[in-house]
């Protein structure tokens, strides 16, 4: 398994490649990849992978996550060098680097799932670690498929206002609102470590709930605090964050917002509080553009991957 982060740099190894100096380029110029840094062709090897996908074809209400990659990339170029309160440069502790996007059919759900598994897949041969940059939730079904073939079933640690674990819509079984229905049915996830952070607002019936529970997850939510990293332990973990576990007025650009959600604060603590995890993938869905005000969605998002990335960073060999 490509499961060891060897942060010992030996001699043949080359030193990461961080981003561009912005005391050279200033910030809001230069490459328009993740926080500038370089892209995956540019260097030999690569720690963590960030990979974008702007699939948006599985939301069951307002549309335009396939324009989250582009408005995550362009927040992140603020992002600098040195993390204070974890102590690490995340940039620079290991090499992060920018594939670009999948090409995904947005007329196919099927297919898409598969190019997007595909994608992880391919990049996962060449990199250790994927963060990828969503699209909507049903992106995190290929994902974590890409995750069980190499670390077999994982802790997923999920915020999001919403379960997430309904059957189907239309009669559709694959779309934002269904995806760890399906991880939990195909087997990817670790059994009775899944969780669910965020999580508020109406739902269709008490069943949601009792599946939910079925399925052995258990739920911290919106009005409940994260007792840091329980129920993790030393299992690998994948990090699934939908945007819209932070309140609408932390992030008003995305499909299904729910009142009374997290603070910005509130997340970026919570991930803090994961230091030294056994982090082996994560993700950042439904931020939707084209209803963010003043890039607050994309900013947030590009915070909670820098933390994402610190963790990458401190993680447990
Ligand atoms: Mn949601
Ligand atoms: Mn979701």
């Given at each position: 398994m490509a499961d060891d982060l060897n942060r010992e740099t030996p001699a043949d190894r080359p030193a990461p490649v961080g981003p561009v100096d912005p005391l050279v380029?200033?910030?809001?110029?230069?490459?328009?990849t993740f926080a500038r840094l370089p892209r995956?062709?540019?260097?030999?090897?690569?720690?963590v992978a960030v990979l974008g996908i702007p699939f948006?074809?599985?939301?069951?209400?307002?549309?335009?996550?396939?324009?989250g990659p582009h408005a995550i990339r362009n927040a992140s170029r603020?992002?600098?060098?040195?993390?204070a309160g974890l102590d690490v440069h995340p940039f620079t502790a290991q090499q992060v680097a920018d594939v670009g996007d999948v090409a995904c059919n947005p007329f196919d759900i099927a297919e898409a799932i598969s190019q997007i598994e595909a994608a992880a897949d391919e990049t996962l041969d060449s990199s250790t670690h994927l963060l990828s940059l969503g699209?909507?939730?049903?992106i995190a079904l290929p994902l974590l498929r890409a995750m069980h073939r190499r670390h077999g079933p994982v802790a997923l640690l999920h915020f999001d206002?919403?379960?997430?674990?309904w059957d189907t819509y239309f009669g559709a079984a694959y779309t934002h609102g269904t995806p760890f229905r399906r991880a939990w049915e195909e087997g990817l996830l670790l059994e009775d470590r899944a969780t669910h952070v965020g999580i508020r607002g109406p739902l269709f019936s008490p069943d949601d709930l009792a599946d939910d529970a079925r399925f052995g997850f258990e739920i911290v939510d919106a009005m409940d605090v994260l007792d840091?990293?329980?129920?993790?332990?030393e299992a690998p973990v994948y990090v699934s964050i939908?945007?819209?576990?932070?309140?609408p007025g932390f992030?008003?650009?995305?499909?299904t917002p729910e009142a009374g959600g997290l603070t910005n604060r509130e997340l970026l603590g919570i991930l803090r509080g994961l230091?030294?995890?056994?982090?082996?993938g994560a993700d950042i869905v439904e931020?939707?553009?084209?209803?963010?005000?003043?890039?607050i969605t994309a900013v947030a998002a590009s915070h909670a991957a820098y933390e994402l990335l610190a963790l990458f960073a401190r993680r447990k060999i």
């Amino acid at each position: 398994m490509a499961d060891d982060l060897n942060r010992e740099t030996p001699a043949d190894r080359p030193a990461p490649v961080g981003p561009v100096d912005p005391l050279v380029v200033p910030r809001f110029a230069g490459p328009s990849t993740f926080a500038r840094l370089p892209r995956r062709e540019d260097v030999e090897v690569c720690d963590v992978a960030v990979l974008g996908i702007p699939f948006d074809s599985g939301v069951t209400y307002r549309p335009g996550a396939r324009f989250g990659p582009h408005a995550i990339r362009n927040a992140s170029r603020l992002l600098r060098a040195y993390h204070a309160g974890l102590d690490v440069h995340p940039f620079t502790a290991q090499q992060v680097a920018d594939v670009g996007d999948v090409a995904c059919n947005p007329f196919d759900i099927a297919e898409a799932i598969s190019q997007i598994e595909a994608a992880a897949d391919e990049t996962l041969d060449s990199s250790t670690h994927l963060l990828s940059l969503g699209g909507d939730h049903t992106i995190a079904l290929p994902l974590l498929r890409a995750m069980h073939r190499r670390h077999g079933p994982v802790a997923l640690l999920h915020f999001d206002a919403h379960l997430d674990t309904w059957d189907t819509y239309f009669g559709a079984a694959y779309t934002h609102g269904t995806p760890f229905r399906r991880a939990w049915e195909e087997g990817l996830l670790l059994e009775d470590r899944a969780t669910h952070v965020g999580i508020r607002g109406p739902l269709f019936s008490p069943d949601d709930l009792a599946d939910d529970a079925r399925f052995g997850f258990e739920i911290v939510d919106a009005m409940d605090v994260l007792d840091e990293g329980r129920r993790l332990g030393e299992a690998p973990v994948y990090v699934s964050i939908d945007i819209d576990v932070l309140d609408p007025g932390f992030a008003p650009g995305t499909g299904t917002p729910e009142a009374g959600g997290l603070t910005n604060r509130e997340l970026l603590g919570i991930l803090r509080g994961l230091a030294g995890v056994k982090l082996v993938g994560a993700d950042i869905v439904e931020v939707a553009p084209p209803y963010d005000t003043s890039e607050i969605t994309a900013v947030a998002a590009s915070h909670a991957a820098y933390e994402l990335l610190a963790l990458f960073a401190r993680r447990k060999i």
